[in-house]
C-alpha cells in the first residue's frame, strides 16, 4: 500500500497469494485514482477463504483490520478480513469521505458478541463519503454485521448500495442504515442469531431521506427468547413515492416467547411497502407481522401477504397493524393484501380509520376476532365494514399457500382461486415480488391478491348453496367465503342437485372474436329435471370489467345448449350492487357479464296533472 503513496497513473490490480496475513492495513486518499483509474486487491485464484487478512486490534482508536480513510475508487474483492480483538473487534472500516470504494465478495468475521455496542462489526461506517459499494460479501458475527450511517442527521452519506451479502452470527443489527440518502439495502440474506443476549432486528433503516430503497431483502429467524424486528424503519421521508420497502421476505417464526415485529415502519411517510413475504409467529402475547405507526401518511401497502401464527388471544397478537394519525402525506392505501392470522390472534388492527383507504383486501383468523378498531372488535368482515365503512369489496377466506415458509399460493389447491384475479388494478405497482407482470388496467387483467401473481391449474371449489337444497320458489345464494357469487330463485321445477364453481380472473373460455366480456365467469352444473322458469342474479366487482366500456351496457352473457355466448337483452344490471339479474330461464351452464352495447332506456318522467 505505502508504494502508492506517491500516486498513481492508471489502474492498478493486487493479486494477493493464498495465505494468512497478519497485518493492519489503512489506506488513504491515493492521487491519480477516478472512475477509470482503479486500485484494486483481490485473491489471486478469485477464492475469498484462500485469503485471510487478519489483526488483533487493542487500540480503541486504531479499531480495525482494512480502514478505508477517506480513500476513493478502492476495491477489495473476494478477500477473507477476520479480526480477533473481542473488545476491538471492527473488521473493515469506512471513515472520512472515503467515496465510490467497495468490497464485494469477501468474507467478512468478527469476533462473537453479546452486546450491542458498535466497536465489534463486520463492516463499520461513520462517516460523510458517497457512492460506496457492499455486495455479495459473506459477513459473519459481531454485536453489528453490517453498520453504516452519516456521522449526524445533517452531516450524511449518500448514494451506498448495500447489497446481496449474507449476514449472520451477529448479536444485535445485521444491516443497519443510518443518516443516509439515496441510499440501497437490498437482496441481502440475513439470519438472526437464536442465542443472542439482547434486541434484534434484521434490517435496521434510520433516517434514511429521499430515495431509500430496502427491497428484496430476506430476514429469517427462530427460536429466542428476546425481542425480534426483521425490518425496522424509523424516521424515513421520501417525496412522491420515491421511497420503499418492497419484495422482502421476513421469516420469524419464533418457537419461544419473544416478542416479534416482522416489519415496523414509526414515523414514516409516503413510501412503497409492496409486494412483501411477512411469516412471523410466537408463544409470546405480543406478535405482529406487518406493522405501521405515526409519521405523515401516505404509505401504500399494495400487495403484501402477511400470516401470523402467534398463540396468544390478545390483541397484540395481529398480522397487520395500522396507526396513522394524520394525511399530511396523504391517506394510508390498503390493497390487494393478504392479511392472515393462523393463530388466535386478529388479522388486522386499525387505529384511526380515517387516515386510510382499504379494501380489495383478504381477512382471515381462527381467533375470536376478525378485526380491531380499538378496542372494539369484529368476529366478522361484514360487522367490520357495517360499522366502518370500508372493505366492502374485500374478503374473508383461508388463504391456500404451499408448506413451505414464503406463502407462495399453492395453485393445485382449488381454494386458491379466492386469491386469484380478485385484487384491484394499481398503476404503481405493475409487478409482483418475483418481477413477474401485475395487471395495472381493466384491459391487462386482475391482480392476484397477496405478493405474488399465479394461475391456478386446479378446479375452483364447488360452492356451499344456503338453504343446501333446490325447492320451487326458493331463493339460494351460492357464497365464496363472503363472496356472495350468485342467487337463484327457483321456479316451479327445480334439478336434484346444483353445483356452482366461480373462475375469477381469468376471460370466459369458448368466446367468439369480439366478443366483450368480464374477467369471471361461474360454471354451474345439475343432476336431475330441468329447471323451468328461475331467475339468476350473477355478482361482480368492477376489476372484472376488463373490455365493457360503460358499466350500464352490461347484461348477462350465458352459454346456451350449443355451447356458444349468448348475451341476454332481457336481463338488466344494477351497476351500485354489482348485480345482472335475468328472469324466466330454463338453462343452467356458463354465466358472466357481456355487453350488446345497448343502455337501457331512461325511466319515464313522472306524469304532471294540471290543476285547473
Known sequence: VAVMNCGIGGPVTFNVAPGTYTEQIRIRRITGTSPTSRVTFQSANGNATSVNLTFNATSATSNYVLELDSAQYITFRSITVTATNTTNGRAIEFAGIASFDSVVNCRVVAPASTGTVTTVAGIFGSLVGTNNTIRGNTVIGGAQGIYYTGTSATLVTSNNFIDSNFVSGFNNNGVYVGNSNYTSVSKNEVTMLDTRTGIGYGVYANNLDSAYQVNGNKVMGGATTQITYGIYGTGCGSNGYTGSVSNNKVILRNTQAGTVYGIYLTNMQGNFTRNNVVNVGSTGATVYGLYGIGGNGGIKYYNNTVQNSGSSTANTNVAAYFSHTTTTAGV????????????????????????????????????????????????????????????????????????????????????????????????????????????????????????????????????????????????????FGTDTVQKITWGATVPSTVEVRRYSGIIPPGLTAGQASMYYYTDVTTTGAAPTAFT?????????????????????????????????????VDNLSNVITEGNLSYLSKFTGMTDGQAPPPAAPPSNTLDT
Not at 399457500?401 to 395453485?411: H, I, K, R, S
Not at 372484472?544 to 336481463?571: A, L, Y
Open 332 to 479: 394510508s392505501d390498503i390493497r390487494n393484501n393478504i392479511f392472515y392470522n393462523s393463530g388466535a390472534g386478529r388479522a388486522a388492527f386499525y387505529v384511526n380509520v380515517s387516515a386510510i383507504y382499504s379494501d380489495y383486501n383478504m381477512f382471515r383468523s381462527n381467533g375470536a376476532t376478525l378485526i380491531n378498531f380499538g378496542t372494539t372488535g369484529y368476529a366478522t368482515l361484514q360487522d367490520w365494514r357495517n360499522a366502518q365503512n370500508w372493505d366492502f369489496n374485500s374478503i374473508s377466506y383461508t388463504p391456500a399457500f404451499t408448506a413451505g415458509d414464503e406463502l407462495q399460493p399453492d395453485v393445485t389447491n382449488p381454494d386458491v382461486w379466492a386469491m386469484h384475479g380478485r385484487g384491484e388494478q394499481i398503476v404503481d405497482n405493475a409487478s409482483d415480488i418475483n418481477g413477474a407482470a401485475r395487471p395495472t388496467t381493466l384491459t391487462a387483467g386482475v391482480p392476484d391478491l397477496g405478493a405474488y401473481e399465479f394461475l391456478p391449474t386446479a378446479t375452483p371449489p364447488a360452492l356451499p348453496a344456503t338453504p343446501a337444497a333446490p325447492a320451487p320458489g326458493l331463493t339460494q345464494y351460492y357464497m
Open 536 to 572: 339468476n342474479r350473477q355478482y361482480y366487482i368492477d376489476p372484472w370489467m376488463r373490455n365493457i366500456p360503460q358499466e350500464n351496457t352490461v347484461k348477462m352473457g350465458r352459454t346456451i345448449p350449443n355451447g356458444t355466448w349468448f348475451v341476454s337483452s332481457n336481463s338488466s
